[in-house]
Nanobody, 114 residues
């Protein structure tokens, strides 16, 4: 059973930064496209950023230019650098394969508030 463990969330003021990390317990990590998702209260889970096994990236329009996704295929880890955070970025953030193939982890809460 693959385990996904997200970390790095917290409370930050608007305009601030956070760096999220995702640890994956499977060696298949290096073979699959991965992504960060988020779910705000009362809303559906949405894709925030994706990264192929080779490192090509794509972003939701709402975070383009502010967030950067990266991965380490040796350590089986993926990060999300979030800059210029806005109130609307408040959500629980999750990592998974691009097609959400693995069991969801517990997520990490990001709260942007003054």
């Amino acid at each position: 059973q693959v385990q996904l463990v997200e970390s790095g969330g917290g409370l930050v003021q608007p305009g601030g930064s956070l760096r999220l990390s995702c640890a994956v317990s499977s060696g298949f990590f290096k073979l699959v496209a991965m992504a960060w998702f988020r779910q705000a209260p009362g809303k559906q889970r949405e894709l925030v950023a994706g990264i192929t096994r080779y490192g090509s990236t794509n972003y939701a329009d709402s975070v383009k230019g502010r967030f950067t996704i990266s991965r380490d295929n040796v350590k089986n880890m993926m990060d999300l650098q979030m800059n210029s955070l806005k109130d609307e970025d408040t959500a629980v953030y999750y990592c998974n394969t691009r097609d959400s193939a693995w069991p969801w982890g517990q997520g990490t809460q990001v709260t942007v508030s003054s």
